[in-house]
């Protein structure tokens, strides 16, 4: 497996699992359950882990297909700036998580770190889920607006 298969299977992990997270955060909220906040802490700690990686497989995967037409620098570079705050964020937060998870461990969640762990995950779901929406418009065309489509020869096509 190349580091471009890896960064195509993994890229959807810490996408789809902040919004898993922000659900659980949620749910933990209002059944004011100790334990479901530290598992959802837990699958942030993870998906922190899964977002680095992620984030150190983009470039060879931009090396994979910097030569395939319809290739943008402009919207690839855009795609890999947001992609480093938004890894940072969600490794800052995974970070935070495992901290409170540590200190918390023999005693309940107070309900003041389910809220801010909260607050934070939907920043860092605002920021995975724009940062998957520039990876996308990377190699599927058909998603980027206000750009001159190509046809699968490179010729510009007609909006």
Request: proline share 4%.
């Amino acid at each position: 497996m190349s580091f471009t298969h890896l960064h195509l299977l993994l890229n959807h992990f810490p996408v789809i699992g902040t919004i898993l997270g922000i659900v659980l955060l949620g749910v933990a909220l209002m059944r004011r359950s100790s334990e479901l906040g530290k598992v959802s802490l837990g699958l942030f700690v993870g998906l922190a882990a899964v977002a680095i990686l992620v984030y150190f497989t983009g470039e060879p995967a931009e090396d994979a297909i910097e030569k395939l037409p319809g290739f943008s620098e402009a919207i690839t570079e855009r795609h890999e700036e947001f992609a480093l705050i938004a890894t940072i964020v969600l490794g800052i937060f995974g970070g935070l998580s495992l901290v409170a998870l540590a200190l918390f461990r023999k005693r309940p969640l107070p309900r003041w770190v389910t809220m801010s762990a909260f607050s934070l995950s939907l920043v860092a779901g605002g920021l995975m889920g724009y940062t998957a929406m520039l990876g996308g418009q990377v190699r599927h065309t058909e998603v980027r607006t206000g750009l001159v489509m190509l046809t699968p020869t490179g010729q510009e096509k007609p909006d």
